[in-house]
Protein backbone atom coordinates (compact mmCIF):
# COMPACT_ATOMS: atom_id res chain seq x y z
CA UNK A 1 0.00 0.00 0.00
CA UNK A 2 0.95 3.47 -0.26
CA UNK A 3 0.79 3.72 3.46
CA UNK A 4 3.54 0.88 3.72
CA UNK A 5 5.66 2.03 0.97
CA UNK A 6 5.62 5.60 2.58
CA UNK A 7 6.72 4.67 6.09
CA UNK A 8 9.20 2.05 4.94
CA UNK A 9 11.19 4.65 3.00
CA UNK A 10 10.92 7.43 5.89
CA UNK A 11 12.27 4.53 7.85
CA UNK A 12 15.00 4.14 5.27
CA UNK A 13 15.93 8.02 5.60
CA UNK A 14 17.19 7.46 8.99
CA UNK A 15 18.83 4.93 8.99
CA UNK A 16 22.09 5.11 10.81
CA UNK A 17 24.55 2.75 9.22
CA UNK A 18 26.52 2.93 6.12
CA UNK A 19 27.76 6.74 6.34
CA UNK A 20 30.30 6.35 4.28
CA UNK A 21 28.78 3.72 1.53
CA UNK A 22 26.00 5.61 -0.61
CA UNK A 23 26.14 8.72 1.23
CA UNK A 24 30.16 8.87 1.85
CA UNK A 25 31.44 11.14 -1.43
CA UNK A 26 27.88 12.89 -2.32
CA UNK A 27 27.33 16.36 -1.66
CA UNK A 28 26.86 18.28 1.31
CA UNK A 29 23.41 17.62 2.00
CA UNK A 30 22.23 15.37 -0.59
CA UNK A 31 18.82 13.35 1.09
CA UNK A 32 19.61 8.96 0.71
CA UNK A 33 17.16 6.22 1.89
CA UNK A 34 19.21 3.75 2.53
CA UNK A 35 19.64 0.19 3.91
CA UNK A 36 23.25 -1.66 4.30
CA UNK A 37 24.30 -4.79 4.76
CA UNK A 38 27.46 -6.77 5.41
CA UNK A 39 27.95 -10.43 5.94
CA UNK A 40 31.44 -12.01 5.29
CA UNK A 41 32.89 -10.81 2.61
CA UNK A 42 29.87 -9.45 1.06
CA UNK A 43 29.07 -5.76 1.16
CA UNK A 44 25.97 -3.74 -0.11
CA UNK A 45 24.14 -1.20 0.27
CA UNK A 46 20.48 -0.12 -1.73
CA UNK A 47 18.69 2.97 -2.08
CA UNK A 48 17.11 6.11 -3.25
CA UNK A 49 19.11 9.30 -3.57
CA UNK A 50 17.27 12.24 -4.56
CA UNK A 51 18.21 14.29 -7.30
CA UNK A 52 18.97 18.23 -6.40
CA UNK A 53 16.56 20.64 -7.58
CA UNK A 54 13.77 18.48 -6.89
CA UNK A 55 14.77 16.70 -10.30
CA UNK A 56 13.70 13.17 -9.09
CA UNK A 57 15.15 10.18 -7.13
CA UNK A 58 17.86 7.35 -8.85
CA UNK A 59 17.39 3.93 -7.08
CA UNK A 60 20.61 2.60 -6.20
CA UNK A 61 22.40 -0.83 -5.75
CA UNK A 62 25.67 -1.82 -5.12
CA UNK A 63 27.03 -5.30 -3.85
CA UNK A 64 30.38 -6.19 -3.64
CA UNK A 65 31.19 -9.95 -3.36
CA UNK A 66 34.14 -11.82 -2.48
CA UNK A 67 36.23 -8.57 -2.71
CA UNK A 68 40.10 -9.04 -3.65
CA UNK A 69 40.35 -5.86 -0.78
CA UNK A 70 41.45 -6.87 2.00
CA UNK A 71 38.57 -5.62 4.83
CA UNK A 72 34.51 -4.59 4.94
CA UNK A 73 35.51 -1.21 5.68
CA UNK A 74 38.39 -0.95 2.56
CA UNK A 75 34.71 -1.62 0.30
CA UNK A 76 33.19 1.10 1.40
CA UNK A 77 34.91 4.31 -0.56
CA UNK A 78 34.46 2.27 -3.51
CA UNK A 79 30.46 1.99 -2.49
CA UNK A 80 30.82 5.55 -2.26
CA UNK A 81 32.54 6.34 -5.69
CA UNK A 82 30.10 4.31 -7.54
CA UNK A 83 27.31 6.45 -6.00
CA UNK A 84 28.58 9.91 -6.66
CA UNK A 85 29.06 8.93 -10.49
CA UNK A 86 25.31 7.00 -10.51
CA UNK A 87 24.38 11.40 -8.59
CA UNK A 88 26.18 13.24 -10.67
CA UNK A 89 25.48 11.39 -14.37
CA UNK A 90 21.55 12.11 -13.36
CA UNK A 91 22.40 15.43 -12.33
CA UNK A 92 24.81 16.78 -15.30
CA UNK A 93 23.19 15.03 -18.07
CA UNK A 94 19.15 15.88 -17.57
CA UNK A 95 18.94 16.10 -21.33
Known sequence: SEESSSLLIDIMYRCQTGEARLKGAL???????H?????????????????PDGAGHV???VYIKE?????????????????????????FNRG
Do not use: C, W
Open 59 to 61: ITV
Open 35 to 51: KTGTIGETTNDVGIIDL
Open 27 to 33: PPGTQVA
Open 67 to 91: SKLPDNPAMEPVIANIARAIHDYFT
